[in-house]
């Protein structure tokens, strides 16, 4: 599923609390052209505390950079396939930190996403921001609820409690499965938001965290070689 944004007003609530800074880098990351347009990335050493690194490539040093990947912390490798000959391309990891809430449980009936359901009216799934009462503090997004909306959609809402997050990232683990893959990037302040599952998770958990990046990893860069190399 893509990854979706949006642009919102900034929080009003009261008191909130700020996220605790990530701790300095300790990722090592290198890139192997495994063929002329597919490129491996390994790390090694992680950063005590991250949630997951995100996967980052530009073709300019100075970016702008594209995240390829939310990658777990036991995960420490990636390939890029399939790429653009003859150009350069740069990457970097960028650790990213910050409180989960509580992981509630999904249980969505039988039944595929259908046209019906593509055209039908999505408005529950726009992020936005509730109207309320000021929060408590605490950094963790708090009363997660899920609500199901027809096979395979469930509005997500929760509680916003974080002062300096750079978003929430909407995160579901299918049942029998070992890890959360991060499903959805929303904006800050967000408290509501759609996602659309994956077939596979009629059956799943779901979370929401409140993030920050960390300081980046050293930057790689390979050249791609030409579609077609000769003899």
């Known amino acids: 599923m893509a990854l979706s944004t949006a642009a919102l007003s900034a929080c009003t ?4 609390e700020k996220l605790a800074a990530p701790p300095p880098r300790r990722v090592t990351l290198a890139a192997n052209l495994d063929s002329p347009t597919d490129i ?10 991250a949630a997951g690194h995100v996967v980052e490539f530009a073709t300019e040093r100075q970016g702008p950079y594209t995240i390829l990947q939310f990658a777990q912390p036991a995960q420490a490798s990636y390939t890029h396939p399939d790429l653009m000959p003859t150009t350069p391309f740069f990457y970097r990891l960028r650790p990213y930190y910050g409180p989960a809430s509580t992981a509630v449980e999904l249980a ?5 996403f259908t046209e ?15 109207p309320g009462t000021a929060r408590p503090a605490g950094p963790a997004p708090t009363a997660l609820k899920a609500t199901v909306k027809h096979a395979n959609g469930v509005q997500l809402t929760w509680q916003d ?17 070992r890890d959360f893959r991060v499903a959805a990037v929303v904006d800050p302040d967000v408290e509501s938001a759609g996602l659309i599952t ?28 030409p579609e077609n190399p000769g003899p």
């Open 161 to 177: 409690h974080a002062l300096d997050e750079e978003g929430y990232l909407i995160e579901v683990r299918a049942s029998g499965a």
């Open 13 to 16: 609530a009261a008191p909130q």
């Open 116 to 130: 019906k359901d593509q055209q039908g009216d999505h408005e529950w799934a726009v992020p936005k921001k509730r």
């Open 108 to 112: 969505l009936p039988p039944g595929e």
């Open 40 to 49: 491996t990335l390994r790390w090694s050493g992680r950063d005590p505390g």
């Open 198 to 225: 994956l077939p596979e998770e009629k059956r799943a958990t779901v979370r929401v965290r409140a993030y920050r990046y960390g300081s980046p990893s050293n930057i790689v860069h390979r050249m791609t070689g």
